[in-house]
DNA sequence: TTGTGTTTTACGACCTCC
DNA sequence: GGAGGTCGTAAAACACAA
């Protein structure tokens, strides 16, 4: 039995007594998938086939058991960052090679950072979106109530016709009715403007004063 | 079965902090 | 200067539709 075989053997025995702990990359019996080559080496892998510390294939296996993930997700739960005592602590107890576990845990950082991108995407669309909704109320509520201020021009203007009848005959109805077709305004011509106390309103455009002295006429 | 997209593991480059 | 962080990416593993 060659070093490499050895190794394998070795793996096998440990995967065998630690099924949940252990994912060795050699070939179960039974399990043909080929290991596709990589282009660029794994650390551990070349460590191993160098013959180096901790290179004696040990180490060599990808992809973590479920178990072994359970214990990292715990523990990044309790804290993000990995001191290097909790690091070995972890190594040891699930079997890993420190570095493994310090990778694990950059890449659990990034994983988590992109989740809370990716909610506070969520959290802006949905408040944007609930902006838009209640501009469009708004909006709706601004044309109703300018058609209610239509309508209620539309009944001064019958009014006005109305006294203009009536007074036909007096000495001074001529002059009314020249005021009051000149100076009465129409729906158009009201507009957003600002008050006294610099509060949005809808005023009579361009003149609002005039406006309001028509008014005071049939008051 | 195969092509393709996604996830996981691992690494190198670079940065920060003590 | 070393330890440990982020960032970008390669490569393997995996999922899944066609």
Redesign the pocket.
């Known amino acids: 039995m060659n070093n490499q075989n050895v190794d394998d053997h070795n793996l096998l025995l440990i995967s065998q007594l630690y099924p949940n702990v252990y994912?060795p990359?050699v070939p179960q019996q039974g399990e043909a998938?080929?290991?596709?080559?990589?282009?660029?080496?794994?650390?551990?892998?070349?460590?191993a086939e160098e013959g180096g510390a901790g290179g004696n294939g040990w180490?060599r296996?990808?992809?973590?058991?479920d178990e072994?993930?359970r214990m990292?997700e715990l523990s990044f739960e309790d804290d993000?960052?990995?001191?290097?005592?909790r690091?070995d602590r972890l190594a040891s107890e699930l079997g890993?090679?420190?570095?493994?576990v310090?990778?694990?845990?950059?890449?659990?950082?990034?994983?988590?950072?992109n989740k809370r991108v990716e909610d506070e995407y969520t959290k802006l669309k949905n408040a944007y979106e609930t902006t838009v909704v209640e501009k469009c109320r708004l909006d709706s509520e601004v044309l109703h109530l300018k058609e209610q201020l239509y309508e209620a021009e539309r009944e001064i203007q019958r009014l006005a016709q109305r006294v203009e009848g009536t007074l036909s005959n007096s000495p001074i109805s001529s002059s009314v009715t020249i005021e009051a077709n000149h100076a009465t305004p129409f729906f158009g011509d009201y507009d957003i403007g600002f008050d006294a106390e610099g509060d949005e309103n809808l005023l009579y455009s361009p003149d609002y004063i005039d406006g309001l002295e028509w008014m005071s006429q049939f008051m």
């Open positions: 994912t990359l998938k080929p290991a596709r080559r990589r282009k660029r080496k794994s650390k551990s892998v070349a460590v180490f296996k990808r992809k973590l058991s072994q993930v990292l993000h960052k990995l001191e290097s005592e690091k890993l090679d420190p570095r493994q310090a990778v694990w845990f950059q890449n659990r950082r990034a994983r988590w950072k």
